[in-house]
């Protein structure tokens, strides 16, 4: 190996083996395989309450909850109350827009970017 070349290890958060979504957010904001599935079920499927969230990934309604208090902490998503006619009002969960989205993954890469080019600058 020349001295020019890069040699990231493998487990490396910035070796990710395929390019999508899912992985991208697991790099960017450090997202468990189960937060990215929820997260993407929610961008693809729309908005889901607890229970469709708890049957769909076979988690104790309060694991899911604590997972979605995590991705609302990172404004990937939202939630909102629906008042039943019957019976209790709810919640369901909402994940962000593809281009909101697309901002907050450019600005994260960005300051990155900057932040590990500026300390390099100082080697």
Do not use: H
Not at 11 to 18: A, M, Q
Not at 53 to 66: A, E, G, Q
Request: overall charge positive; charged content about 30%; hydrophobic content about 35%.
């Amino acid at each position: 190996m020349s001295k020019f070349e890069v040699f990231l290890p493998s487990k490396s958060p910035l070796c990710i083996e395929k390019i999508n979504l899912q992985n991208i957010l697991k790099c960017c904001y450090g997202l468990s395989d189960i937060e990215a599935n929820i997260f993407m079920y929610l961008f693809e499927k729309g908005e889901k309450d607890i229970k469709e969230l708890s049957k769909k990934f076979n988690r104790d309604p309060s694991v899911i909850y604590r997972m979605l208090q995590k991705l609302i902490e990172y404004r990937l998503v939202t939630k909102k109350l629906v008042k039943s006619r019957i019976g209790r009002s709810y919640y369901v969960y909402i994940s962000i827009t593809r281009e909101k989205l697309k901002k907050y993954l450019e600005e994260i890469i960005e300051r990155w970017y900057k932040t590990v080019k500026s300390f390099i600058s100082t080697l």
